[in-house]
């Protein structure tokens, strides 16, 4: 089976999670991309959820597909939320933000009574870290952000390059929120509650991707078939 694949099979174990008139978080990435293709097919034939997204491409996704979409303002407690990951360890310690989208889906997470992360096998590692951490910084002041989190993440015991993302045609990034994305290649992360704190503080700092006790349960899909992390139900 294909990435792609394997993707899609995550993304249906995970509908059979949804019940009528559940609040879902509707994640971003191409795996969480599939299940809200798939849930907007269940929508298509009579389901009823009501879903707020963690990004703009995924409500575009969301609204095309005739999906009831909501805000957190309206809707401030989501029952499940599905999304991506860009690591995944034994803990249930996720990286996540490769699609820029950390900060919407970290506060939808954090409304939700359960989230489960959907992935191929691939993003499974013993220890976080290989993954270029991103972290959402505001624009003002932005070396001088880079120099404090340099330092944070050094005190922490980590160490790498914090590379400024650019698009394809080398302009800068702005996420939803009109923010920076810097990417910490740290090359492993020995101690990431530590390291999160260290950045949780670093005036500029937005929001980082390491989430720390908010996947209940991971749904990891390899050519063996499904395993599952944690408590998904
Ligand atoms: O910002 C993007 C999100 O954190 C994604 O959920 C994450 O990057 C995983 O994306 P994908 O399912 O495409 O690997």
């Known amino acids: 089976m294909s990435p792609d694949d394997l ?11 949804v019940r009528p008139g559940m609040r879902l978080g509707l994640g971003t990435g191409s795996t969480a991309k599939h299940f809200v293709d798939l849930l907007g097919a269940r929508v298509a034939a009579g389901l009823d959820v009501l879903c707020v997204a963690t990004s703009e491409v995924t409500q575009a996704q969301a609204e095309s597909l005739g999906i009831p979409m909501s805000t957190l303002d ?6 499940l939320t599905v999304d991506g990951a860009d690591e995944v360890d034994p803990q249930l310690r996720l990286i996540k933000g490769a699609g820029a989208a950390l900060l ?6 954090a409304a939700s009574k359960r989230m489960v992360v959907i992935a191929d096998d691939s993003k499974l590692v013993a220890e976080l870290g290989r993954f270029p951490l991103p972290i959402e910084v505001v624009p003002f002041g932005l070396e001088a952000t880079r120099r404090a989190m340099a330092a944070a993440i050094t005190a922490s015991g980590a160490a790498g390059e914090l590379r400024l993302r650019k698009r394809p045609d080398g302009t ?5 929120g009109g923010h920076y994305i810097l990417d910490a290649h740290l090359g492993r992360i020995a101690n990431p509650e530590l390291l999160g704190a260290a950045l949780n503080v670093v005036p500029g700092v937005v929001e980082h991707g390491l989430f720390l006790g908010l996947a209940a349960g991971a749904i990891l899909a390899s ?10 139900e």
């Open 7 to 17: 993707k899609k099979l995550a993304a249906a174990r995970a509908l059979e999670l």
């Open 223 to 232: 050519g063996d078939g499904l395993k599952i992390l944690g408590a998904i």
């Open 172 to 176: 800068v990034l702005l996420t939803d």
């Open 74 to 79: 309206e809707t401030p407690e989501l029952d």
């Open 104 to 109: 919407r889906e970290k506060i939808v997470a």
